[in-house]
C-alpha cells in the first residue's frame, strides 16, 4: 500500500517544502515562475513501511504507516543515512526532529508577517484565482468557536492570532480591485479546497495545514507563506470556510 498524495502533501506543507534533518533545510521542491513542478526529495517513513524496514513496527496496520504521522520529509542524501543508521536516527529521534522543523516552519513564517505587502498578496491571489469557482455555501460561525469546534491545537490558534495582525491588508486589497468580484472568486477559491480536503477526510492541524499550503502555493519564499497565512487566516475569521 502506497502513500497517498493526501499524506505526501501534508508532510511537505508542514516542512515547508525543505528538508527537515538538522541544519540541513534544503529546498525539496524545485519551483517554475512560483508553482511546484518537481518533489526533488523523499517523504520518508519514520518507522518502516515493509519487514526489514529501519524502524519496522508489525504491530501497525497500513494505514497508520502510511500516515503523514508517520513521515518526514527529507532530502535524498538524510534519508539514506537515517535507514542506514537506525540505531541513531531512532523513532523517537525522528519524531522530535521532524516536530523541531515543523515549529522552525511557523515561526521562519511568523517573522515575515510584518513584512507582506500587496506584492506577496499578488502573487498569491493569482495562483488561487487559477481555481474555478463553484456554488458551495459553508455556515458562519466566530473564529473563537470554530477554533475549538474544529479542534485546532494551540500552535494553530498561534498562528491565526499572528496571521490577524496583518488581516486589514488583505481586506485592502481585496477593496483595491477594480474588479468588483474579485474577493468573491478568491473566497470561492478556498471553499472549493476546503470542501475538497474535508471530502478526503481531513480535519484539525492536517486540514490547517492543507489550506496554508494551498494558499501559499507550496511556495518556500517565507514571505510568500507569511502572505498565504494572512489570507487563509482573513478567510477563516470571516467565516467563508471551517465547519460549524
Do not use: W
Not at 511546484?36 to 517513513?45: F, K, L, Q
Not at 522530535?96 to 506584492?119: G, Q
Not at 498569491?124 to 487559477?130: A, F, N
Not at 463553484?134 to 458562519?140: C, R
Amino acid at each position: 500500500m502506497a502513500v497517498s498524495t493526501r499524506e505526501k502533501n501534508i508532510v511537505i506543507a508542514q516542512s515547508g517544502n525543505r528538508c527537515a534533518f538538522p541544519e540541513c533545510n534544503q529546498v525539496l521542491v524545485v519551483e517554475d515562475n512560483g508553482s511546484r513542478s518537481a518533489i526533488v526529495g523523499a517523504v520518508a517513513h519514520i518507522k518502516g513501511e515493509n519487514n526489514g524496514a529501519a524502524r519496522y513496527n508489525e504491530n501497525m496496520s497500513d494505514d497508520e504507516r502510511n500516515s503523514s504521522d508517520n513521515l518526514i520529509f527529507l532530502c535524498q542524501n538524510h534519508h539514506k543515512i537515517i535507514d542506514d543508521q537506525p540505531a541513531i536516527y531512532t523513532v523517537e529521534k525522528l519524531l522530535e526532529m521532524k516536530e523541531v522543523h515543523k515549529k522552525s516552519v511557523i515561526e521562519n513564517t511568523r517573522k515575515f508577517l510584518p513584512d507582506v505587502t500587496f506584492a506577496e498578496l499578488e502573487v498569491v491571489t493569482k495562483y488561487l484565482l487559477s481555481n474555478a469557482p463553484t456554488d458551495d455555501n459553508i455556515e458562519i460561525i466566530c473564529p473563537r468557536e470554530k477554533i475549538k469546534k474544529n479542534q485546532l491545537s494551540a500552535e494553530v490558534e498561534n498562528e491565526i492570532i499572528s496571521g490577524m495582525s496583518r488581516m486589514k491588508l488583505v481586506k485592502d486589497y481585496i477593496n483595491q480591485s477594480i474588479d468588483s468580484e474579485f474577493g468573491e472568486r478568491l473566497k470561492q477559491g478556498f471553499v472549493d479546497e476546503y470542501n475538497r480536503l474535508t471530502n478526503d477526510d481531513l480535519k484539525g492541524d492536517k486540514l490547517f495545514d492543507s489550506l496554508l499550503g494551498f494558499a501559499s502555493s507550496g511556495n518556500t519564499d517565507f514571505k510568500i507563506k507569511a502572505a498565504g497565512l494572512v489570507i487563509l487566516v482573513y478567510f477563516f475569521e470571516q467565516c467563508d470556510i471551517f465547519e460549524k
